[in-house]
């Protein structure tokens, strides 16, 4: 692969700083397959998936069984919109080093007598600035991402019940998560899957009961789930 397809990958390098694949790692076939089809790796290597789209944020991230209500969607777009800032902050330290690495490869390239030093250092520096294109292109569409996280935060805002306290309605989203889950169990589920799942149904509800909030965990679950309570929590009244 040469100059020519990582000339376009980022246009505030110059072309002449780009690495290009070396003498006698490919064969003249697969040297020329590439280059015939260089605009083809440069358009997917653009336009790859790097982070979650809308459509998975939505509908696998929030999934309706494991955040069945609008808080629990909520705060778990929280958290997933705090990760990922905290992440292109702990990328902004790699930039740092990688910037301090490519100084110093050209700072040994100035220096070097030895032309194997010096060569050394060239590979340093080509592996520097590609790292740095690498890391621009994973920075922005971790903006993106953590765009997309604010606005879904914005649409569930108008019916989450607490936006500041994450513990006033997770008992609510739990009990309903479990319970769920508990009335999807198949006869010979795992023994383990079993005894996790059950356990945290009868945990979550028995709470949710305690803080008078059953008939919020009830509300809209098919009604077999009334008896999946009943047997599990025989001492809890269902109204």
């Known amino acids: 692969m040469h100059r020519d397809v990582w000339e376009h990958f980022n246009g505030e390098i110059p072309m002449n700083n780009f ?11 697969d040297s020329s397959f590439l280059d015939n089809k260089a605009q083809r790796i440069r358009n997917d290597w653009k336009r790859r998936q790097i ?24 705060w778990q777009a929280v958290r997933e919109h705090a990760l ?27 220096l070097a007598v030895d032309p194997l030093v010096a060569s050394e250092a060239e590979i340093d520096r080509d592996e520097a600035l590609f790292k740095r294109i690498a890391l621009r292109q994973i920075a922005a569409d971790r903006v ?3 765009r997309m996280w604010q606005t879904l935060q914005d649409e569930l805002l108008p ?20 319970l769920m889950a508990a009335r999807h169990l198949a006869p010979g589920a795992n023994p383990a899957e079993t005894e996790n799942t059950l ?9 949710a009961a305690s803080r008078g909030k ?19 929590l025989p001492e809890v009244a269902i109204a």
Do not use: C
């Open 144 to 146: 993106r991402e953590i």
């Open 199 to 207: 356990g945290q149904a009868i945990s979550f509800a028995r709470l």
């Open 214 to 232: 059953l008939p919020a965990v009830l509300d809209g679950l098919p009604e077999d789930t009334r008896q999946i309570i009943a047997q599990l």
């Open 84 to 110: 990922m800032a905290e992440q292109l902050l702990h990328m902004g330290f790699d930039w740092r080093r990688n910037e301090l690495a490519l100084a110093r490869a050209e700072q040994r390239i100035q």
């Open 159 to 178: 019916y989450v019940i607490d936006p500041v306290h994450i513990d006033t309605q997770q008992a609510i989203s739990q009990a309903r998560r479990w």
């Open 51 to 74: 982070f979650r789209t809308d459509t998975e944020a939505r509908a696998s991230v929030l999934n309706d069984l494991h955040h069945p209500t609008p808080d629990a969607k909520y």
């Open 19 to 29: 690495p290009e694949l070396p003498t006698g790692l490919l064969d003249e076939e």
